[in-house]
């Protein structure tokens, strides 16, 4: 944290490939992080858009199914994902 701001906002230091982000968060948005082991995720391996938003995108398909209600049927798909944590399935 580089300052707090009244009593409702912190201001952080991000570093500099994040200097598009506006630094000032209310804290309400701010949470407690408690973690096992550190987590630390390389910027290069992260991929954002436009508009500073991360891009998700599917690696791998990895189970069908069709679940059959009484008046028809949802498909289900168990996706892989290039996840910001590692792989992540949904």
């Known amino acids: 944290m ?3 701001v009244e009593s409702i906002a912190n201001k952080l230091k991000l570093p500099q490939e994040l200097s598009k982000v506006h630094n000032t968060f209310h804290v309400s948005n701010l949470k407690k992080y408690y973690a096992d082991e550190p987590l ?3 910027l290069d391996e992260l991929h954002f858009d436009e508009n500073l938003r991360f891009v998700e995108k599917p690696v791998e398909i990895m189970n069908r ?3 059959w209600l009484r008046q028809g049927s949802i498909p289900i798909v168990k996706v892989r994902w290039n ?3 590692g792989p992540e399935f949904t």
Do not use: D, G, N, T
């Open 40 to 42: 630390a995720v390389p």
């Open 2 to 4: 580089l300052e707090q």
């Open 65 to 67: 199914e069709v679940k």
């Open 83 to 85: 996840s910001r944590r």
